[in-house]
């Protein structure tokens, strides 16, 4: 099975090379805070941080010990001490935001979507390439140790052919009527909101495990609540859709924030001709393997492991590791690419822009009721 490979770049020769690289972070929230940590964890100096306002930005300073604060995102990308820009607002920001750090010869992690439309998808992921700067997009559930182990099964022919993808990522943070967030509005969020904050995830995550893209969708949308926070919601709850992949493999996918009881359940279960592999994200250590005979649960061990697998394992089994674990991997390889290196599965901005092309067929296929082909 042909093994996609990601094109990263670095024509940096700079000072950045061979010392700490120096991060700044635009945006003081949840997703800023665990960039920080990852930065942190891989030896960046925490240079310079922006959040909304001057006043946001010297108290996330102070609360995350970084050496200084920018009164604005223009002013950090404008800094000669920094050399990787973390973006990590809301989605609308996104695109001039990372296209600012790129002229300013910034290497960028942008937090997804990478754009909220594809034509900006385009242009940046144009822009990134003819930089030779790293451009990342956080597609970070890649680094879980046992989804690389399930990749590695994959491509080494342990399936046989695939024939059917069961796969979901369901939230119940959007439950009910009063719950509200900037997501909701078009204007923040973007005219999607389920599929393009974790459907995207799901469908990244399906196709970087299966090797193989999805060719074709036929997909359905439901908004269950007009109105949140008193503001009229413009995008969609959940998500359902009918998948075909490139080899001829049929699937659906279940996306939603609106399940009750469920916190952050992606689940990702491919079904071959020999076997079958399912990863759940909430129990990330294990991964199961469907036979017709028997079936077994694959614990993480780097011991044992694929050596992809356990090139991400800096603890012993039985150690546990989760999310911000995957993170910090995800950052290490970037911080890698920066300095030369060209790690494996590393996502960059084309897969940014692939996001961008499935939310925006989803949405087309939701609004016309037909098949919608996906395949580049």
Known sequence: MARMTMDVRSTRTDASATRALRAGIIGGGFMGRVHTHAARVN??????????????????????????????????????????VHICTPNATHAPLAAAALAAGKHVICEKPLAIDVADAEALTAQAAASGLVAAVPFVYRYHPMVREARARVARGDLGMLLSVDAGYLQDWMLLPTDDDWRATSAAGGASRAFADIGSHLCDLLEFIAGERIVRLSARTRRVFD??????????????????????????????????????????????????????????????????????????????????????QPVPAGHAMGYQDAFDNFVADVYAAVRGEEPDGMPVFADGLRAARLTHAVLQSAESGCWIETGE
């Open 43 to 84: 030896a960046a100096r925490l240079a310079e941080i922006a959040a909304s306002t001057p006043e946001r930005s010297a108290a996330s300073r102070d609360a995350l010990g970084f050496e200084a604060a920018a009164d604005s995102a223009e002013q950090l990308i404008a800094s000669p001490d920094v050399d990787v």
């Open 227 to 312: 109105e949140r926070g008193g503001r009229r919601v413009e995008n969609e709850d959940l998500v359902a859709i009918l998948v075909e992949t490139a080899s001829g493999a049929i699937g659906t996918l279940l996306i939603s924030q609106m399940a009750a009881g469920r916190r952050n359940a992606l689940t990702v279960e491919l079904h071959g001709s020999r076997e079958s592999l399912r990863f759940d994200q909430e129990n990330p250590e294990r991964l199961w393997v469907g036979g017709r005979t028997e079936s077994r649960i694959v614990m993480r061990d780097p011991a044992t492991a694929a050596p992809d697998a356990a090139r991400l």
